[in-house]
């Protein structure tokens, strides 16, 4: 079945980076479209970075000059690369992938913590 997984979370201080990584285990990998999502404590999840299949990238207004995010289709991976990171930036990230409506899957999630 169609599994994705996510690394590269972890502890860091303010202003530090750190670079999210998402395998994706399905055929035709550069068919989707990739997200990031976020959710922290008591929060909806949210819409962090996007990329489709064509390669365009949109992004939240709160990481925009920060994040940035990428896909590597021979590797059937995107990543995100986030720096400048604040307290704020401390959720847990979720890797998206889509194709059309019925079609979404999500990662487990990685824990980001950022501290002051």
């Known amino acids: 079945q169609v599994q994705l997984v996510e690394s590269g979370g972890g502890l860091v201080q303010a202003g530090g980076s750190l670079r999210l990584s998402c395998a994706a285990s399905?055929?035709?990998?550069?068919?989707?479209?990739m997200g990031w999502y976020r959710q922290a404590p008591g929060e909806q999840r949210e819409l962090v970075a996007s990329i489709t299949s064509g390669g365009s990238t949109n992004y939240d207004d709160s990481v925009k000059g920060r994040f940035t995010i990428s896909r590597d289709n021979a590797k059937n991976t995107v990543y995100l690369q986030m720096n400048s990171l604040k307290p704020e930036d401390t959720a847990v990230y979720y890797c998206?992938?889509?194709?059309?409506?019925?079609?979404?899957?999500w990662g487990q999630g990685t824990q980001v913590t950022v501290s002051s």
């Open positions: 998206n992938a889509r194709f059309g409506i019925p079609i979404n899957y």
């Open positions: 399905v055929s035709a990998f550069s068919l989707y479209n």
